[in-house]
């Protein structure tokens, strides 16, 4: 009966790490461009299949298009985090299936005003919590190479954390 119960358990254990890799997305913010609501360094965490949740206000990690061609998917891969301003059922001039997404950091953001409408499609999770916060303040500066490559570039998301694929 013991065995039964570990093995229940180690069953129980297994599914949840499945599902959470599933429907999960760890994330470390690299840039400026969702200044102030999101710094470099905070790790965000987001739930996978946002279909459901796209809405004004609402902020996501969707697929970058390629910058130069604009076009999708970029090589190598980048996600972005940006706030959807609108969605084909808030205003008449967004297209259906597509979404306005847009950094609150105008300045720094590579966003909708640069690319157009993104596809809903790709919009990959929205974001739920912010699970720590990154580097704040003066004791923590950026070096000068780091702050230049930054203000070039959108706020992106990379690497995965603790191993949750993208």
Same mark, same amino acid.
């Given at each position: 009966?013991?065995?039964? $119960?570990?093995? +229940?358990?180690? =069953?129980? $254990? *297994?599914? %949840?790490?499945?599902? %959470?890799?599933?429907?999960l997305l760890v994330v470390t913010?690299?840039?400026d461009s969702m200044r102030p609501?999101?710094? #470099? @360094?905070?790790?965000?965490? $987001? +739930?996978?299949?946002?279909?459901? =949740?796209?809405?004004?206000?609402? +902020? ?5 298009? #390629? &910058? ?5 998917? %970029? &090589? /190598? ?11 084909? @059922? ?13 950094? #609150?950091? $105008?300045?720094?953001? !590579? ?5 157009? !409408? !993104?596809?809903?499609?790709r919009v990959i999770a929205v974001? *739920? ?8 303040? /003066?004791?923590? /500066? /950026? ?6 490559? #930054? ?11 603790? =191993?949750?694929?993208?």
């Open positions: 009966m013991r065995w039964l $119960a570990l093995g +229940v358990l180690a =069953g129980t $254990a *297994v599914t %949840a790490a499945w599902l %959470a890799r599933r429907l913010v690299s840039g609501a999101y710094r #470099d @360094g905070d790790t965000l965490l $987001a +739930v996978r299949r946002p279909a459901l =949740g796209l809405r004004a206000g609402r +902020v996501v990690v969707a697929e970058s298009p #390629d &910058r130069d061609t604009l076009t999708w998917p %970029a &090589r /190598p891969p980048t996600l972005l985090i940006k706030r959807v301003a609108a969605t084909a @059922g808030d205003t008449g001039r967004v297209p259906a299936g597509q979404v306005e997404l847009l950094g #609150d950091n $105008a300045a720094a953001s !590579f966003d909708s005003r640069q690319i157009g !409408f !993104f596809p809903a499609e974001v *739920v919590a912010r699970l720590r916060q990154g580097r704040r303040g /003066p004791e923590n /500066p /950026p070096n000068s190479r780091r702050q230049a490559r #930054d203000t070039e570039r959108e706020e992106t998301i990379h690497g995965q954390v603790d =191993g949750i694929a993208g």
